[in-house]
């Protein structure tokens, strides 16, 4: 079964490496694929916590979104600097989860996903109403990404839309690989483990509170990431970014998707959308029919799309 | 142990997979642009289609598809039909980014309407003017989209939020008197209201109190009774959308209407359809009224947005209307498509009175891009007669006078080399 994961694997970078050459025949443009990547990789950071500790948070927009104030911020009062900006939102997200995160993590299940509701909506009104630093509803404007100098030759992310898609699929590889990697480490087994039995894990003498942290905080770090990417494509962060019905959205993406499978978020993302794109130019009822996907999935496919198409092994 | 199995067996998982393949291919198939003999002119519009903006953008799109069927019936653009794409920006600033580069990109838009959320707007002419793309704000109305904002490829139709602050203002001080409290909603829109307000108050030599209201309250006595112990000549209702129900309702209730007089700057006709008689009071501004006897060209519209929408054309249909049309008359009067051309011509453009519908000639002012419209302030009554009859127009302020000097509106105009 190796050779098919791999042949897989390749499978899914192809189509990711192209899609600028085969999106543009099918309808699609390359900023719609540029979307899919960033979200995709906001839904997967979330399923690190969702499908592989197995405990639901419902604030994760929060983390997204400090994380695209933390790119815009830095690109507006600090440094013309686009490396420099994604570190930014990325500490300033992981950084505010991996505190908060100590205070969540003592709870489980549905207070879980309360107290992070909870928490993601007191960084929404934060940055709803701090005008003077944040634009408030109108949002963080006045920014825009920078060409990238790499000494031989300057990447022109700012107008290229096929070099930008190219900047942010590196980024969204370096982060899949750093997340597949922690994955495979004995602390990603561990973290399974808690998912699979929490109680006999702890009788195994695994420091429950501890993993579930350090998983809520690299989980938070990968967020503030994409969030800071997401700000890039953008050149604009605004409070919606945090609110708690964003990470509603994330949490369809990757159940739809399938959150037992390392890439079904991305799938669910890609489906999100190219729905929403594709169907609100058709009706306004758009959401009723990504509604309905969505039922059908949890009712009929509760391992997501991925599941249902991957033959099971036994 | 192996099973045995006919080698031409479809089993349940195969009919299922093929099944989802089949309705995926029903979503995907009619992504692929099919061959068209006629290239039409392509205008797209961005609004939140669904949302809370979703009335008044709808009636956006109403107003628009109407202009482009007339500017069709005319003959369309340099010859050619229009085509108007309208894509929901679901009031969310991503995806009105997103549909906004899908318009310029995929379908090649020579033109970009849009949008009613000022921050959608703001960042769709971030990239409008990254891509060199002529944008008509129909509707955003907060200052920086004209003001420090403003780009030069940005047009915008509906009126600031300075200039409707200025006009009910002037309005007020003149009847009722300068000593004012505000009904404030404490998030960064309503504070620039109230600064505005207070700006010009201020330099009338009034004074006022204020009341901050987190957004949602549903019980505004509190505030009512701090208003009626400052007894003030006027109440400034900044808040909106349910808030703004909720607490002229109270406001009549309490009988301060008696003691007082309220107004603010926007209740649109969607708005006031939308609440109780109870709550049809008060001062306010419309920025187009469909009742103007005597202006020419405007009963026909308001007879042919009645026989669309069956109700009275309300100023979200004029705006729609009058950013397709103004595409229209500017490209064909310069015979290009060229966007800085057209940007150039629009700059002090006078806008026709089949277009405008309003009295004397508006303009796009050359040095922020604002329509100079005119505003209308009067005051809303429940329905008398016509059943859209609910405002009654006292005193129409010409645009100018209620935008005051360009200066004051912090824009540099910057022109591509």
């Given at each position: 079964m190796q050779s098919r994961k791999l042949i897989v694997l390749v499978a899914i970078w192809a189509v990711l490496l192209l899609a600028p050459y085969w999106m543009a025949p099918l309808g699609g443009y390359t900023a719609l694929a540029t979307r899919v990547l960033v979200l995709g990789l906001a839904a997967m950071s979330l399923n690190f916590l969702l499908g592989f500790t197995g405990v639901l948070s419902f604030g994760h927009a929060a983390w997204f979104g400090l994380g695209a104030y933390g790119a815009g911020l830095t690109l507006k009062h600090l440094a013309t600097s686009t490396p420099l900006a994604l570190l930014a939102g990325m500490l300033l997200g992981g950084l505010c989860g991996a505190i908060l995160g100590t205070l969540i993590v003592r709870r489980r299940g549905v207070y879980f996903a309360m107290v992070t509701i909870a928490f993601g909506q007191v960084f929404y009104y934060i940055a709803f109403q701090w005008s003077s630093l944040t634009g408030g509803d109108d949002g963080l404007r006045g920014f825009a990404r920078q060409p990238i100098d790499l000494g031989v030759f300057r990447l022109d992310i700012l107008t290229d839309a096929t070099a930008f898609y190219y900047f942010v699929l590196s980024c969204f590889a370096l982060a899949v690989a750093a997340m597949g990697f922690i994955l495979r480490s004995p602390f990603g087994r561990t973290m399974i483990a808690i998912r699979e039995n929490e109680r006999r894990s702890r009788f195994l003498g695994i420091p429950i509170e501890r993993h579930i942290w350090i998983a809520f905080t690299l989980s938070c770090f990968f967020m503030g990431f994409a969030g800071a990417l997401y700000a890039l494509v953008n050149n604009f962060a605004d409070p919606h970014g945090l609110h708690y019905s964003q990470s509603g959205d994330f949490v369809m993406m990757a159940v739809m998707g399938g959150?037992?499978?390392?890439w079904g978020p991305l799938l669910g993302a890609a489906v999100f959308v190219v729905l929403q794109d594709y169907l609100s130019s058709v009706t306004v009822n758009w959401m009723s029919f990504v509604g309905l996907l969505f039922i059908l999935v949890v009712l009929f496919f509760p391992r997501g799309l991925l599941g249902f198409f991957q033959r099971s092994r036994a | 142990m192996p099973i045995s199995r006919r080698s031409w067996s479809v089993d349940r998982r195969t009919i299922l997979k093929s099944g989802a393949l089949i309705a995926a291919a029903q979503i995907t198939s009619p992504f692929v642009i099919r061959a068209r003999g006629e290239t039409p002119i392509r205008i797209g519009m961005v609004d939140?289609?669904?949302?809370?903006?979703a009335a008044i953008a709808q009636n956006e799109v109403v107003g628009a598809k109407y202009a482009a069927e007339e500017i069709n019936k005319k003959g369309g653009i340099l010859g050619r039909p229009i085509e108007l794409l309208v894509e929901d920006s679901a009031n969310d600033v991503g995806t009105g980014v997103q549909k906004t580069r899908k318009l310029i990109d995929?379908?090649?838009?020579?033109f970009i309407i849009g949008d009613v959320n000022s921050g959608i707007a703001i960042a769709m002419a971030q990239v409008t003017s990254e891509k060199k793309v002529l944008h008509v704000v129909s509707g955003g109305h907060t200052d920086p989209i004209t003001g420090t904002s403003c780009s030069w490829n940005v047009f915008r139709v509906c009126n600031s939020t300075a200039m409707d602050a200025n006009a009910i203002a002037t309005t007020l001080i003149e009847k009722f008197g300068k000593k004012w409290y505000f009904l404030t909603p404490d998030y960064a829109y309503g504070h620039s209201v109230q600064a505005s307000f207070e700006k010009i108050l201020k330099s009338a030599g009034g004074t006022s109190a204020a009341s901050l209201v987190p957004l949602g309250t549903p019980d505004y006595s509190a505030y009512l009774i701090q208003a009626k112990a400052y007894s003030p000549q006027v109440l400034i209702n900044v808040m909106g959308g349910g808030d703004q129900v909720a607490s002229l309702k109270q406001f009549v209730q309490f009988g301060l209407d008696k003691q007082m007089a309220v107004g603010g700057t926007l209740f649109e006709l969607e708005s006031i359809r939308a609440v109780p008689d109870g709550a049809r009071v008060g001062w306010w501004t419309m920025e187009w009224w469909w009742d103007q006897p005597g202006v020419p060209h405007v009963a026909e519209f308001n007879a042919a947005m009645k026989k669309i929408t069956g109700s009275a054309a309300t100023a979200r249909n004029w705006f729609g209307y009058a950013s397709v049309q103004t595409l229209a008359v500017i490209a064909n009067q310069e015979k290009t498509l060229d966007a800085p051309k057209l940007a150039h011509a629009l700059a002090g453009f006078k806008l026709p009175p089949e277009i405008a519908l309003q009295p004397g000639a508006p303009e796009y002012r050359a040095?922020?891009?604002?329509l100079m419209s005119t505003v209308f302030v009067g005051e809303a009554h429940p329905p008398?007669?016509?059943?859209?009859?609910?405002f009654t127009v006292k005193s129409p302020v010409p645009g100018d006078k209620a935008a005051g000097?360009?200066?004051?509106?912090g824009c540099k105009m910057q022109w591509p080399a």
């Open positions: 959150m037992r499978s390392f | 939140p289609l669904t949302g809370v903006y995929r379908d090649q838009v020579s040095g922020d891009h604002e008398q007669g016509d059943a859209d009859n609910m000097p360009v200066e004051e509106s």
